[in-house]
């Protein structure tokens, strides 16, 4: 046998292999001719797929679980024109079936579908649309598109001949249009005018579709000027104005709504009779859906100024009342209705007009529906209507309103529950109102709400508050529904308008003394501090709530300042805890004494009561602790009274009282004899001698100058005498008075300072400068 030789065995066959007919039977077969080499197999393939799954889904499916999948997402690549045409036409109509659309997003065929949008083939075009517009309402797949750069080919296409390709690609852009990103790529490739062109399509659904598109479009400022300068306006116009295209002006009008929102167009079309042309469509339609929307607009219309006071021109009041009226008026048109009031009550004349016409008795009515946005629209119209308008709201009063607004302050909805909070705000300015709205329970369900987080929220409600808290039964309210407890802790809150907010409720609330005490209780005067000493967080609010805080308490306020005037009347249960540092928090009275005794000097308290007195620095309603009667107090009160207010010489009166008080603690003692005075040991005698911190001032017969000055102030207070109580260092204190100069005219002088000397010269009185407090060392 002869070997051939390498180069004749390698030499092709030269005859022509016999086309074979090829008969498939199954949907397999035709899946596995989707791998073929030969493009006329492949053409029959794709041809065979598309038609078996055009007859219904249970084929799309099938051909799914046979892999159909994976191969036609190649072939649209193919470079044959019929393989591409009929692989896209099969791919698209699986497509439509729900389980293929999942199968599909999970393989990357967006890049390769728009790439094919820019060849010349109109069905490729089709299916290829049909594709990417059932992928598109994927967020992911919206994401995939704009990255793949899709937007401008399929802007392009919106010229095309084709409708289907149109409408595709106009879906497609919708869909991904609620993405600003894609918004801006829009605009960019100068879509909005094409879309626009679409309006006047012959195909409803187009139309619809680009006026919804538009719609999505002209959210964005810049869109809707490119819309202006496109005559966007004019044409929506036009289509309000034909009744044949009655069908499309619900769309229409919701894309002027947001033109509305620019100003120029605003302007335009108030001088194109647009405004007009609205009202119009109020009155004359009898279509829920378009009424609702044209209200719509003159609520947006509304929001201009310039649109209001024409609105107002028009008795647009008149047309507002009467859509509130009919009792079974559309839920919706009633929302937009209420809306629109809203809008228009920033025209102080309007809102008059509205008030007048009757519009708030229907509002009212509205805050008893059961629908969630009309309930919020109508406490938005009275909020609008109330503001600054005492006649409004008393028609809400009259009406009942105030008792529906505190209801709604008891649920958790927030513009409900701020709108309410809002309103009843504003109502709340006239004082029959007020005392109305806090018999319904109103600070109560203001209270529930004080631990949202909300700001906004937590703002308007912080004004009711601020508001109704001035009467003295709705601070009892207040400190009855533990509502101080929760307003302390906004003095934490982030928000500065919600801390502003805060310090003004507190500011009010601690003018009520019970309510001043337990805030301090609850650590407010620290936390004030620490917002004070802040330069981020101090504000004038913080200061006054601060001042008003301190001012309440005149034992907290002697401890921080160190200093008392004539006004600052000491009353029982007033307690001298010492000097006290800007960031250390001052015990109650009642916390002081339930401490063991230790080796610090004693609180001082003040008590001229007869019998047992409850501390005044807790709640009523916890009698756990008293204060110790202190007689020796309260005969010093006594002969004060008998005695010194016989005396008609001012002068001798305060020398008497000095005199008084130098023999109840102690007598006058000479300055080189303090040594021996022994006062510090008579304190720790009278603390072991009571068991407490806690000492009575009448207790004490050895007294320095803090007891006495102290002593002295107490007993000016109680019989009317006018003097200061300053504190010094080192147990110094002191009591100043003002007094004329007898030697000078008593017509043209001006009264002195002078220090009641109460140690050294009992009833001396040493005029105040530096160099007599020198000399006399009292300071």
Known sequence: MVKKGKKEAEAPCKDTFEPLAVEGKTPATAVLLLSSPEEDILVKACEAIHTFADKGDENKVALLGLGALDPLCILIAHNNKLVRRNAFMALGIMATNAEVKNALKKIDVIPSLIDKLSIEDVVVHEFATLCLALLSVDYVCKVKIFESNGLPPLIQLLTSPDPDVKKNSLEIIFNTAQDYQSRQAVHESGGISLILNLVMSDFPVIQHLALKTLHILTTDKENCITFREAQGFEKLMDILNNAEFIDLHVDTLRVVANCLSDSETSQMIHESGGLAR???????????????????????????????????????????????????????????????VHAMSFHESSRDTLGELGVIPEIVQCLRSKNLN??????????????????????????????????????????????????????????????????????????????LTDAHILVSILQCLTMLVGDAEARAELHAAKGLQPLVDLLCYYDKEVLHHACLVINVCATDEPSAIEMHRLGALEKLQAINQSQNRKSCYSNLAMITLVNANMSIKYSLTGHLSATDIITDGFYDVGKAHADERILTLEELARQPVNQHKPIIVINTSTGETKDNDRPAEDKSWQMMNDTPLQNLVKEAKEYFLSLSDERGQYAALARLVSDAMGGAVKRDNLHGFLWVLHLCELKMELKSNVVPIGFIKRGIYCHRALLFKCLADCIGLSCTLVRGEYSRAWNEVLLLNPSSDESFAMPSRYIVDLMHDPGSLLPVDATAATQYQII
């Open 278 to 340: 609205l009202m119009e469509f109020v009155l004359i339609t009898e279509v829920p859906d378009i009424r609702n929307n044209a209200v719509t607009c003159l609520a947006k219309a509304a929001l201009n100024p310039d649109n209001r006071k024409h609105l107002h021109q028009h008795n647009v009041e008149k047309v507002l009342v009467d859509l509130l009226a009919p009792e079974g008026e559309d839920v919706c048109v009633k929302t937009a209705t209420c809306k629109a």
């Open 374 to 451: 009309l309930k919020e629209a109508a406490t938005e119209a009275l909020l609008g209507l109330t503001f600054d308008n005492h006649f409004n709201s008393l028609k809400v009063f009259k009406a009942g309103g105030q008792k529906i607004l505190v209801q709604h302050l008891k649920v958790v909805c927030p513009k409900l529950l701020s709108n309410s909070a809002a309103t009843l705000t504003n109502m709340a300015e006239m004082e029959v109102i007020r005392s109305g709205i806090l018999s319904q329970g109103a600070v109560t369900a203001l209270v529930e709400h004080l631990t």
